[in-house]
Nanobody
């Protein structure tokens, strides 16, 4: 069974940047569709970005498009989320997720948390104004 571990969260000032990493173990990482979600207290998990198995296709939530970049390095079994021009509304726990089985990669198929089988424990990102 795959395991995921996020790192790279922390405190940033408004307009600043952070880079999150998601290290995977277990089954072949290159077979995983990878996603990033975020969650704040009392709210549902929110889709942030997703990347196809090869890394050739990516989708983003409208709220982060142009500011965040998702990527992956299949040789290192790691996915990344580069976050720039951060604002206080980006404050949340960020979680990476993996789907090891379903190869579908459309905008509608990647933005639901229910699709993903594996989750990391999350990393806190706090952005001050």
């Amino acid at each position: 069974q795959g395991q995921l571990a996020e790192s790279g969260g922390g405190l940033a000032q408004g307009g600043g940047s952070l880079r999150l990493s998601c290290a995977a173990s277990g089954r072949t990482f290159s077979s995983y569709v990878m996603g990033w979600f975020r969650q704040t207290p009392g709210k549902e998990r929110e889709f942030v970005a997703a990347i196809s198995r090869s890394g050739s296709t990516k989708y983003y939530a409208d709220s982060v498009k142009g500011r965040f970049t998702i990527s992956r390095d299949n040789a290192k079994n790691t996915a990344y989320l580069e976050m720039t021009n951060l604002n206080p509304e980006d404050t949340a726990v960020y979680l990476c997720a993996a789907d090891p089985d379903d190869p579908r990669f459309t905008r509608m198929s990647v933005n639901s948390p229910a699709r993903y089988d594996y989750w990391g424990q999350g990393t806190q990102v706090t952005v001050s104004s």
